[in-house]
């Protein structure tokens, strides 16, 4: 019996070390930490300076590509094709014959009429003749000379109608696919094939009636559309409307490019930016710093400073910015930034103002004007 309290004790007195140890952890632990508070991590982050960079104003806007020259040919009369002499999307010079209708019945009246004007005009010379030797009255002259227009103007009129029968380029350009083929009776207003001129291509775009003032024939333009791998072009401003839209307050304008290859297709969206001159210097700093927030945007500027003991601490400061024009990987600093300052560009959306930090910018993104993304 005693042997059986003195093994209960023992244990009693086993677990109460144990437990007593695990609460002395603890409360290390927990004082550690209660230590540790005022301690802020150090955050590891790159930086970049705040540039000064001279930046031609850029107006944006979005425009439809349209052709020097475009038209679709059709037939203006009803008939049977007889002959087509053009392959699709083949290039042709002005006068170009691409089709033509049946015209064996006209081309037989043509003769008839060609020679009943020939007919005509022989009596004609020779009621001449006679009224010059006042043999007969000028009435008779008057008669066969009217025969005579009127002959001529029935020819005129069938060979008018072989024309309208017979399809030729009226301008230099590229064909598209044809719409008909040889046999097929088409109807009047019926298509036969597209013709485009392709070089030089015109863009046509709205910009707002506050900007008239900015704009002027020659202008450079910029033009980048999804249908050419991202390819920018280059051009000029050729013209504007005349009046400002009412609905809409805009001004239409169209700029002319050059457009070697066809790689520009008329009817293509376009992305135009408006080059205008030079404006006054401006700081830029990689888009990537910047945190936009609705109550204001904001970048973190590294500052460095000397602890009690003479150690070198780096911290950021949040500071809100107001913000310009974004041009490829970088934005323009309004106010908040000067050119110079040292600030966070990647990494600050893991910051607080005072953080310390950590710089290493062998990592840092490259920052371009003019980004290309390798998979683009």
């Known amino acids: ?61 979005v425009g439809t590509l349209t052709a020097e020259n475009g038209v679709t040919l059709s037939s203006e009369i009803a008939g049977t094709v007889a002959k087509i002499d053009f392959e699709s999307g083949s290039q042709v010079a002005q006068g170009t014959l691409l089709a033509q209708l049946d015209v064996s019945v006209e081309q037989a009246q043509l003769r008839s009429a060609e020679a009943s004007a020939e007919l005509a005009r022989l ?16 009435a008779d002259l008057d008669t066969v000379e009217a025969q005579l227009k009127q002959s001529v103007a029935n020819a005129e009129a069938i060979r008018a109608s072989i024309e309208k ?22 109807n009047a207003g019926q298509a036969i094939v597209e013709l485009q001129t392709l070089d030089p291509i015109h863009v046509d775009f709205a910009l707002p009636q506050q900007r008239v003032v900015d ?13 050419a791998s991202g390819a920018k072009f280059t051009g000029k401003i050729t013209a504007f409307d005349p009046r400002i839209d009412p609905a809409t307050r805009n001004l239409r304008v169209r700029a002319t490019l050059a457009n070697d290859g066809s790689r520009l297709r008329p009817g293509m969206f376009a992305n135009v930016e408006v080059l205008l001159p030079a404006g006054e210097p401006v700081v830029v700093v990689p888009a990537s710093a910047v945190l936009y927030a609705p109550y204001g945007d904001s970048v973190f500027v590294v500052e460095r400073k ?3 003991k003479g150690a070198v601490a780096t911290t950021v400061r949040q500071q809100t910015v107001r913000l310009g024009l974004a041009r490829g990987d970088f934005v323009v600093i309004l106010s908040g930034v ?5 600030i ?11 953080a310390a930090v950590r710089i290493n910018n062998s990592v840092a993104p490259a920052a371009e004007l003019a980004p290309k993304p390798a998979n683009s």
């Not at 007593?20 to 540790?36: H, N, P, S, T």
């Not at 029968?165 to 088409?186: E, M, N």
């Open 1 to 61: 019996m005693h042997k059986r309290i003195i093994i209960g004790l023992v244990v009693i007195f086993g677990l109460g070390a144990i437990v007593a140890g695990l609460v002395g952890a603890k409360a290390q632990q927990l004082g550690a930490m209660k230590a540790d508070t005022n301690v802020m991590p150090v955050e590891a982050v790159t930086t970049a300076k705040a540039l000064q960079q001279n930046w031609n104003p850029t107006l944006y806007s």
């Open 123 to 138: 009596n004609a010379e020779r009621i001449r003749e006679l009224r010059n030797k006042d043999t007969l009255a000028q």
């Open 165 to 186: 029968k017979t399809f030729r380029a009226p301008f230099a350009g590229t064909l598209g696919i044809r719409k008909v083929t040889v046999g097929q009776y088409v």
């Open 215 to 227: 704009l002027a024939v020659g202008q450079p333009v910029e033009v980048t559309t999804d249908g």
């Open 306 to 308: 000397r602890d009690d």
């Open 338 to 342: 000067q050119a110079g300052d040292e």
């Open 344 to 354: 966070v560009s990647t990494g600050a959306f893991r910051l607080r103002n005072g």
